[in-house]
């Protein structure tokens, strides 16, 4: 990492010349990216050092060149050396949304993620070179809760049982998200990808990753966010809220709130199996075990919807017979009013 930094200041000091600059750490994610705050006289830009053998920029530079034609507020990449992995971005500044969310600021800022929202999915790419969220990436991404989480966080043996019901409750959780409207997915719009901007909030980071597919994904990962939990009364109300948007904006072709909350509220089982599964592939494969501490409250969204629906019940009652109490920390229901 030492020779990879020294390349990226001697880069930086290609591009600026004479000009003085120093780097202090911006943030890091999920993967192998690291992002620096370059701090000029008067300025100040982002710049990313993602390894090209673990990270491929380009659909980072194609989708901020596509999504700020359609007036979505995404860094804009400045200078690009993608054989060495390094992006000079403009900077969005250091207030999260995660940060700034209270009681008092909720809707709002909300209202403002929702209309950006809106706008990606009525304008947004489904078409190649986009990569569709098919069967295939579902089923794949809720094996990570069986393989990381119950085998390798828990240690736990599944017998043929356990087994055939996981695959049961995955074969409906991909059915619902495959008869959703498809639209352009984002894939972590969250409260650590979306900054508190002064002008045409919010500012989204984080979308190298967006594929065509279901149209509650993203809402459910705003809404019901693996960092951040709301009540689950007010969560509805949203994303009704939401549901009347799409229909306007034609995202939606048919006026049925009920179905559209039904589709919410599976696809919200799906991405948080899918994300327990990834915390714990980031603490026992990566070393990054900060996630750990996410997983109660991320389970317990998962515990919440499926004793609501019939065909979740079994997969319900499983986790409280055979995976709670292997738990050290209890999951965390989400509340029912504000606290």
Same mark, same amino acid.
């Given at each position: 990492?030492?020779?990879?930094?020294? %390349?990226?200041?001697?880069?930086?000091?290609?591009?600026?010349?004479?000009?003085?600059?120093?780097?202090?750490?911006?943030?890091?994610?999920?993967?192998?990216?690291?992002?620096?705050?370059?701090h000029r006289d008067h300025?100040? *830009?982002?710049?990313?050092? =993602?390894?090209?053998?673990?990270?491929?920029?380009?659909?980072?530079?194609?989708?901020?060149?596509?999504?700020?034609?359609?007036?979505?507020?995404?860094?804009?990449?400045?200078? =690009?050396?993608?054989?060495?992995?390094?992006?000079?971005?403009?900077?969005? &500044?250091?207030?999260?949304?995660?940060?700034?969310?209270?009681?008092?600021?909720?809707?709002?800022?909300?209202?403002?993620?929702?209309? %950006?929202?809106?706008?990606?999915?009525?304008?947004?790419?489904?078409?190649?070179?986009?990569?569709?969220?098919?069967?295939?990436?579902?089923?794949?991404?809720?094996?990570?809760?069986?393989? +990381?989480?119950? &085998?390798?966080?828990?240690?736990?043996?599944?017998?043929?049982?356990?087994? =055939?019901?996981?695959?049961?409750?995955?074969?409906?959780?991909?059915?619902?998200?495959?008869?959703?409207?498809?639209?352009?997915?984002?894939?972590?719009?969250?409260? /650590?990808?979306?900054?508190?901007?002064?002008?045409?909030?919010? &500012?989204? *980071?984080?979308?190298?990753?967006?594929?065509?597919?279901?149209?509650?994904?993203?809402?459910v990962s705003l809404l019901?966010?693996?960092?951040?939990?709301?009540?689950?009364? *007010?969560? /509805?109300? +949203?994303?009704?809220?939401?549901?009347?948007? %799409?229909?306007?904006?034609?995202?939606?072709?048919?006026?049925?709130?009920?179905?559209?909350?039904?589709?919410?509220?599976?696809?919200?089982?799906?991405?948080?199996?899918?994300?327990?599964?990834?915390?714990?592939?980031?603490?026992?494969?990566?070393?990054?075990?900060?996630?750990?501490?996410?997983?109660?409250?991320?389970?317990?969204?998962?515990? =919440?919807?499926?004793?609501?629906?019939?065909?979740?019940?079994?997969?319900?009652? +499983?986790?409280?017979?055979?995976?709670?109490?292997?738990?050290?920390?209890?999951?965390?229901?989400?509340?029912?009013?504000?606290?």
């Open positions: 990492m030492n020779d990879r930094f020294t %390349a990226l200041t001697d880069w930086l000091g290609s591009l600026f010349g004479t000009e003085q600059f120093h780097l202090t750490p911006a943030s890091s994610d999920a993967s192998f990216r690291r992002y620096f705050r370059v300025s100040t *830009l982002i710049v990313m050092d =993602a390894p090209p053998d673990k990270e491929d920029s380009r659909p980072f530079v194609a989708l901020s060149r596509t999504f700020r034609t359609f007036g979505l507020h995404v860094p804009e990449v400045l200078e =690009a050396d993608l054989t060495r992995g390094f992006l000079l971005l403009t900077d969005l &500044g250091t207030d999260l949304y995660l940060s700034r969310l209270t009681r008092d600021t909720a809707s709002r800022l909300y209202g403002d993620a929702m209309g %950006a929202l809106i706008t990606l999915q009525a304008c947004g790419p489904v078409e190649a070179p986009m990569s569709p969220y098919d069967a295939r990436l579902l089923s794949f991404e809720l094996s990570l809760f069986r393989d +990381w989480f119950l &085998g390798r966080h828990l240690n736990l043996t599944l017998g043929e049982g356990s087994l =055939a019901l996981l695959e049961e409750t995955f074969a409906v959780l991909t059915a619902s998200a495959l008869e959703q409207p498809v639209v352009c997915v984002h894939r972590d719009y969250h409260s /650590r990808n979306l900054m508190v901007t002064p002008k045409h909030n919010p &500012g989204i *980071l984080d979308f190298q990753d967006a594929v065509a597919g279901p149209v509650t994904y993203d809402l019901r966010d693996c960092y951040i939990a709301w009540p689950q009364g *007010l969560v /509805r109300d +949203w994303a009704v809220g939401y549901h009347d948007l %799409a229909l306007q904006a034609g995202v939606l072709p048919e006026d049925d709130p009920e179905r559209f909350l039904g589709w919410f509220d599976r696809m919200g089982v799906q991405r948080h199996l899918k994300a327990i599964g990834i915390f714990s592939r980031l603490c026992h494969r990566d070393g990054k075990s900060g996630y750990l501490g996410d997983i109660p409250r991320t389970l317990g969204y998962v515990l =919440a919807v499926c004793k609501r629906y019939p065909e979740l019940a079994p997969f319900h009652a +499983w986790l409280h017979s055979t995976v709670l109490p292997h738990l050290e920390t209890p999951p965390a229901l989400p509340p029912e009013t504000f606290p």
